[in-house]
């Protein structure tokens, strides 16, 4: 079905009690899962995933800490190549792209995975395992092995499933390993993506984390600053009057807590942290800069702009005061460095991708509810983009943390929910 007709569809399909909708969604699913070349790609799947340990290995144990994915980038451009994949390409700022021509009419569907980890280069990211959990499934530990090179993994899994079972989509397949997700990557990879210039993405499903029910229609945004605050400084004796910076943002961060605290006690949920304090050279001088790094967030990117406010009047008026009661020097000056910004979102759950992403759900019997968090997705929710993030296959745990775990336990069922809605979205072509 074309793009156009499955909007009708849908347009036709809106008027009707949801429980329709998605009875409608899960005969969608089962149907396709009984197509004879889906079984096909869905059994070569499920033989490969006890094939793929060494690549997960391989992967994790090339570090790939924000802004070096260079090397991680390289080897998994090779191992893409070999899926069958015809134009493989790294792009200006390090995304790994992969081309699957469709049969057309479908638009384009990307599937994407993060390269970037949390971990320092120097981290130690050698895997160690199988240890076997008190129920007996085996664990491999590594920082990164769960988030995401095993989303790393999951991608090629599915490009070759395709090839082996010949299935042509309608739509074209865009496979991405995305550079800077976490942390202060800010979203680098697949902000640059989406640039206006661009190729053109009409679905996004993206791989990380998570359990096997996991279905993210929700974008959580936040926006992060270093808060700097400067003055002349001077002896702490001797220079006794000069406005000083710790001070005042210690008068900043009181006031921002106060009145934030009262902002967030309403919906949507809306949080804020100031992680670090800084400045300062000596116990004996009076600083001559002082800084915070505040993040906050929300479901909602109203309540952002608001909670945004609320900071720079909170450290405004707080620097201003210490100015006025100085009784010598140069004022201070007050600045908001932008050390990050995620946008925020939400997909509506009848959108065709979320209800599909639930009916796969239904048809391979697994729980889960609509969820939210900071992802790949973000930047395409962001722009009215459907998109969602879904499960990498197996279980973990720790991550970010250098005890981070993975366990192939059941990692079929992940790998047969990312291809059954990945088919699914992109259409098949009889
Ligand atoms: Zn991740």
Known sequence: MTDLARARVLGLLLLWPSAVLSADYDAEIAALAARPDVRAAMSWAAEREKENLPRLIELTEIPAPPFGEAARGRRFAEMLEGTGLRQVETDAVGNVLGYRPGTGGGGTLAVVAHLDTVFPADTDVRVRGPELDANGRRR??????????????????????????????EADLLFVASVGEEGLGDLRGVKHLFREDGPRIDQMIAIDGGNDGRVLNQAIGSY????????????????????????????????FERSARTFVAS?????????????????????????AEVDMR?????????????LRESFTDAVAGHNDRRSRGDALELQFEPIGRRPSGIVSADTPLIARA??????????????SGSTDANVPIALGIPAT?????????GAHSLDEWWSDHQVVTGTHKALLLLLASAGLSD
């Open 224 to 255: 992060r600053y270093r808060v700097r605050i400067t003055g002349p400084g001077g002896h702490s004796w001797g220079a006794f009057g000069l406005a000083n910076p710790a001070h005042a943002l210690a008068s900043g961060i009181h006031r």
């Open 298 to 310: 929300s479901e909602s990117r109203e309540r952002l702009e608001g909670i945004d406010v609320l």
């Open 358 to 371: 639930q009916a796969v759900s239904r048809y391979l019997g697994l729980e889960g509810e609509l969820g």
């Open 140 to 169: 491999w530990y590594a920082p990164g092995i769960g988030d995401d090179s095993r989303g790393l993994v999951l991608l090629l899994t599915l490009a070759e499933s395709l090839e082996a079972a010949g299935i042509r989509t």
């Open 389 to 397: 993030t879904i499960s990498r296959g197996g279980t973990g745990g």
């Open 267 to 291: 919906p949507p949920r809306t949080t804020f942290n100031v992680g670090k304090i800084g400045g300062g050279t000596s116990v004996n001088a009076v600083p001559f800069e002082s800084w």
